[in-house]
Nanobody, 120 residues
Framework: QVELVESGGGLVQAGESLRLSCSAS????????MGWDRQGPGTSREMIAR???????IYGDSVKGRFTISRDNAKNTLFLEMNSLRPADTAVYSC??????????????WGQGTQVTVAS
């Protein structure tokens, strides 16, 4: 079992920055990749960023060049640096982790999410 707890959400003005954190606990040795998704009001879940165990990352088109994902493996913490925020970035941001057990089976864990609101 892996537990993920996000923090750092809040209300900001358009153009400002925000940094989200996601702390992982439990069987963290089973974590391979990690990522952030978001779901805005009335929209479907959107992949924002993924970071692999080797540190390589991919981003959704809507946040490329503005958001940066990083991880501190020693502290089991995932980060999302968000710059040049727009009202369209308003959403609940959820941390997730790809898990691999000793039998090689894969699963995914999700955090509860943190609200980010960007005012115009």
């Amino acid at each position: 079992q892996v537990e993920l707890v996000e923090s750092g959400g809040g209300l900001v003005q358009a153009g400002e920055s925000l940094r989200l954190s996601c702390s992982a606990s439990g069987n963290t040795a089973s974590i391979t990749g990690m990522g952030w998704d978001r779901q805005g009001p009335g929209t479907s879940r959107e992949m924002i960023a993924r970071i692999r165990a080797d540190g390589s990352a991919i981003y959704g088109d809507s946040v490329k060049g503005r958001f940066t994902i990083s991880r501190d493996n020693a502290k089991n913490t995932l980060f999302l640096e968000m710059n040049s925020l727009r009202p369209a970035d308003t959403a609940v941001y959820s941390c997730n982790a790809e898990l691999r057990d000793t039998d090689g089976r894969s699963s995914r864990a999700w955090g509860q999410g943190t609200q980010v609101t960007v005012a115009s």
